[in-house]
Nanobody
Framework: QVQLVESGGGLVQPGGSLRLSCAASGFSIRSRAMSWYRQPPGKERELVAF????????RYADSVKGRFTISRDNAKNTVYLQMNSLKPEDTAVYYC??????????????WGQGTQVTVSS
């Protein structure tokens, strides 16, 4: 029932673009901050982008700032990550995270299963 499913990953050439989607089901993302993490091969998972549930303000890792854009569509229960000007170092498994609901006491966060993004010629 409860799912957070990423999609849109794949193989892309350097300089190319991808749009990742994260579709939630079984729960609402409306009152949750949403974020994208990534885990490059052999490295730890890192926060890439963050969007609040209150005013849709965003924050990005320095490594992706100016190239990636996180957005949300609460009506569709979906969050997106538009990735432009991709570099080989962007290669990673990208994970969607739904933070605890700001309106629910002691709520939990959710993680997606991840989607592979490979930037290579």
């Amino acid at each position: 029932q409860v799912q957070l499913v990423e999609s849109g990953g794949g193989l892309v050439q350097p300089g190319g673009s991808l749009r990742l989607s994260c579709a939630a089901s079984g729960f609402s993302i409306r009152s949750r901050a949403m974020s994208w993490y990534r885990q490059p091969p052999g490295k730890e998972r890192e926060l890439v982008a963050f969007i609040t549930s209150t005013d849709d303000s965003t924050r990005y890792a320095d490594s992706v700032k100016g190239r990636f854009t996180i957005s949300r569509d609460n009506a569709k229960n979906t969050v997106y990550l538009q990735m432009n000007s991709l570099k080989p170092e962007d290669t990673a498994v990208y994970y969607c995270n739904a933070g605890p609901s700001r309106t629910t006491w002691a709520d939990r966060a959710y993680w997606g299963q991840g989607t592979q993004v490979t930037v290579s010629s």
